[in-house]
């Protein structure tokens, strides 16, 4: 019986556009080395994408709702003219039969990242925010069980139909954020996740490339060493 | 036959529940569920084989000794518009019959349009049976036998080999050692 691997963050070559942000990108690189990551999340809400874009630096395309398993082959992500090598990874399904997969996913990660559609959490979609918390309380229970302190991510994904999203100005996103973090769900699941202290957010986009890249920069540049 | 398979499907709607089967049964309990996709995620994949004989979607299935998994792809989709796989899970049998492969196949035929309610043609059914045919020939136990045998005889060779290398080494250093003392 072969592990589950989730995904290895092992080192990072390349050179940097200017003598900062070359700085930035090697703290960020130092801070990734050797951690872990896994990406869960309910279904459809861009597991595969966020996974897959990782792997082939490709958004969008065709793809198949996740059942049974699904690897993500070597690669590495390139972001700022920097290489991120990655091992493989696990694609898991979103439904809640996956749990137990999700769990030991979980058990060996560094970085946790729970992906959910923030236009949907925004419009009070019901569904959704049930969903989340049920997700929030599973891994609630993991953290205990484990004593141990994951980088938790929620990583808000906006559909590309998201208007809202899609008009913002840059003097805006940040009350967009705001409005998302004082969502009484978000709370609840921020709170669950271990607090402001430890949860981390990333709101963005996996609709073009350079979204996409955005998203993932905004991540990695809060990692801790 | 039907004991020895499980079914899993996601819902078309992404919000509805998955369809889970095992041995002709609806799964609905957390915890029965939840050991199943377990059970279906611990079959490593790089035993796999995969068959495209027709325009139709590849079929895969990957195996690891008595278990295998089956990915096939219906003409439906979800409301995402992504392709929406079907995953059938087995368990061979101690005992084989001739025609396993052909009665696995009129099981699963009936499970996808009855239980999942998914359409899939019949030459994906038929290269389904093709691959059951192929995963029967190697659970042959005469064929595993043969295995067995081939894999220690190489496992003997390897030791062989590990031990000519360690006596080189003991035999340098023993010269070594003895040059030093002799110094």
Redesign the interface.
């Known amino acids: 019986?072969?592990p589950?691997i989730p995904v290895f963050i092992a080192l990072s070559v390349g050179i940097g556009g200017g003598a900062i942000a070359t700085s930035n990108w090697e703290t960020i690189i130092y801070a990734l080395k050797g951690k872990t990551i896994v990406v869960l999340g309910a279904?459809?809400v861009g597991k595969t994408t966020l996974l897959k874009y990782m792997e082939k630096g490709i958004p969008g395309g065709?793809?198949?709702?996740t059942?049974?398993?699904q690897?993500i082959k070597r690669t590495h992500i390139t972001l700022n003219n920097l290489n991120i090598r990655l091992k493989k990874t696990?694609d898991?399904?979103g439904?809640?039969?996956?749990?137990?997969?999700w769990k030991?996913l979980f058990k060996e990660a560094d970085l946790v990242l729970y992906v959910i559609r923030t236009d949907r959490l925004l419009e009070h979609d019901s569904?959704m925010e049930r969903r989340a918390e049920d997700d929030l309380k599973q891994i609630h229970d993991w953290i205990k069980e484990y004593n141990s302190r994951k980088q938790f991510f929620i990583v808000g994904n906006h559909w590309s139909s998201d208007s809202v999203f899609k008009n913002l100005t840059p003097d805006k996103i940040g009350d967009y954020e705001d409005r998302f973090r004082k969502l009484p769900v978000v709370k609840k699941m921020t709170q669950l996740a271990g607090g402001n202290t430890v949860v981390k957010f990333a709101l963005g986009s996996l609709a073009t490339e350079k979204d996409s890249d955005n998203l993932i920069e905004a991540i990695f540049r809060q990692v801790e060493k | 036959m039907k004991e020895h398979l499980s079914f899993w499907v996601q819902s078309l709607d992404n919000k509805s529940p998955d369809i889970i089967i095992k041995g002709g049964t609806h799964l609905c309990d957390d915890k029965s569920r939840q050991e199943l996709i377990s059970e279906i995620y611990r079959i490593p994949k790089n035993n796999k084989t995969k068959i495209k004989l027709h325009p139709s979607p590849a079929i895969t299935l990957y195996s690891s000794r008595q278990k295998f998994v089956i990915e096939a792809v219906p003409s439906e989709k979800d409301q995402s518009n992504r392709l929406a796989p079907i995953i059938i899970y087995g368990v061979l049998p101690n005992v084989l019959p001739e025609t396993w492969a052909k009665d696995v196949h009129v099981v699963i035929k009936a499970a996808v349009s009855d239980d999942l309610k998914r359409t899939l043609d019949d030459d994906a059914f038929n290269d389904i049976e093709t691959l059951l045919n192929e995963l029967k020939k190697k659970w042959n136990p005469h064929n595993i036998r043969l295995n067995f045998i081939r894999s220690l005889i190489e496992l003997i060779n390897s030791v062989k080999q590990l031990l000519r290398k360690l006596a080189l080494w003991a035999r340098k250093l023993f010269i070594w050692a003895r040059n030093l003392f002799k110094a």
Do not use: I, W
Request: proline share 0%.
């Open positions: 019986m072969l589950l279904r459809s065709e793809y198949k709702q059942l049974g398993k690897e696990n898991v399904s439904d809640k039969a996956a749990y137990g997969v030991k569904d």
